[in-house]
């Protein structure tokens, strides 16, 4: 397996080089190149089309959503997914979170994240999964709460469903003909919230051995590889309101 190629677009000097720093100790990664600025970090990506493109929502001359916009649409669809990117955003700034989510980037990180979990979030979105840093679901689980996702309105005597277009049709699919029971619906909003196992079985009163089956349910209807990912098509899909 040949090395993870990475490129750095961010502005503040000491986190860019840190982390380029840090990154180039570890066995199996390279870092092609590191930019301040939203043009600048595009050109390198163009030029260099690494494994993964690690992006500060907020650069000085445009922001990290109009790059990885501008990247996407500079190439061919195939030769622009194989760059995953991941998204660097403040937690703090609720409406910067929501736009780092609706950007469409393969993965979220708050700015302040360890760099273990940097590393982590690096290998888990190269494999093709998605990683995202628990205080940014909150954020946009409170978001899809005040603001609930579009529902398709039943005919007499059915249920209600949600509308399932932000995910793959297939993955709809499956929902619809295997709908997530009510309380598969529970521990799907506390994994979201980033409880673990032991933390859900507390919250609703069940066994632990109880909660590992809900949580596999859960996976298995949204065609998920793990928790993380399952957060990530949960809130894309507007399962939660």
Known sequence: MGDIRVAIIEDHSLTRIGMRSSLNEQENIQVVGDEATASNGLKLLQSTKPDIAIVDIGLPDRDGIWLVQQFRES????TAAQTKVMMLTSFAKEQMVLAAFAAGADSYCVKTIKFELLLEALHITHEGQSWIDPAIARIVLKHTRQSPAAVVKPK?????TVTISTIDPEQASILEADPLTN?????????????????????????????KVYVRGV????????????????????LLN
Not at 75 to 78: H, I
Not at 156 to 160: D, H, S
Not at 186 to 211: C, F, R
């Open 156 to 160: 007499p005597n059915t249920t209600q």
């Open 219 to 238: 996976l298995n209807k949204l065609c998920a590889s793990d928790r993380t990912q399952a957060a990530v098509l949960a809130l894309r899909a507007g």
């Open 75 to 78: 190439l061919v669809s195939e």
């Open 183 to 211: 309380r598969e619906m529970q521990v799907l909003e506390l994994i979201v919230q980033g409880y673990s196992n032991n933390e859900i079985a507390q919250k609703l009163y069940l066994s632990l051995g109880s909660v």
